[in-house]
């Protein structure tokens, strides 16, 4: 059996001239057949046939923000729905075991407001509950908070911004 890997992807736009297949073949060369985009800049929704990849995408009218899931190999021809939400996307994908849900998410700041945050997070819950018992659930996304001011050992990973005193 060939191995699949799952990955998040930070991408700085998928909204250019062969930015979408240039991906799917980096992906194709890691083997990766189930991936998570963020910053992919797309707008409106839509599902999109990429060389051997089907890429799920969900963004805003602006060219902004926008996320992504590409799925590749034997996911491409499983998908069975998918749901896209301000700032979340749903898909849940047929294996030979049930299914798989697979919900990339794109995180709000700090900086918004607690009720729009609130508002975000009751979603997620609701789309995390509302999933089968039955299914597996993987959960992909820039998900960016990060409690406290300590900052050792991530200086390399964690940023200067998060809840406590930044440096």
């Not at 929704?45 to 899931?69: C, P, W």
Request: proline share 2%; hydrophobic share 40%.
């Amino acid at each position: 059996m060939t191995a699949r890997y799952i990955n998040l992807h930070f991408a700085l736009t998928l909204n250019g001239t062969g930015c979408m297949t240039s991906l799917v073949r980096e992906l194709g060369k890691s083997n990766v057949s189930l991936a998570g985009i963020t910053y992919s800049r797309l707008t409106g929704y839509d599902v999109t046939r990429v060389k051997d990849a089907v890429v799920i995408h969900s963004g805003d009218t602006q060219q902004i923000n926008g996320f992504a899931l590409v799925l590749r190999g034997p996911f491409r021809k499983s998908l069975v729905s998918w749901t896209p939400c301000s700032r979340i996307l749903q898909a849940r994908i047929a294996h030979r075991h049930g299914h798989l849900t697979v919900v990339v998410v794109y995180a709000l700041t700090e900086m918004t407001s607690d009720s729009i945050k609130d508002s975000f997070y009751n979603q997620l819950s609701a789309i995390i509950q509302s999933t089968s018992p039955h299914d597996n659930l993987i959960v992909l996304g820039n998900l960016t908070a990060v409690a406290g001011s300590a900052n050792l050992g991530t200086s390399g990973v964690v940023g200067a911004i998060r809840l406590g005193h930044a440096k």
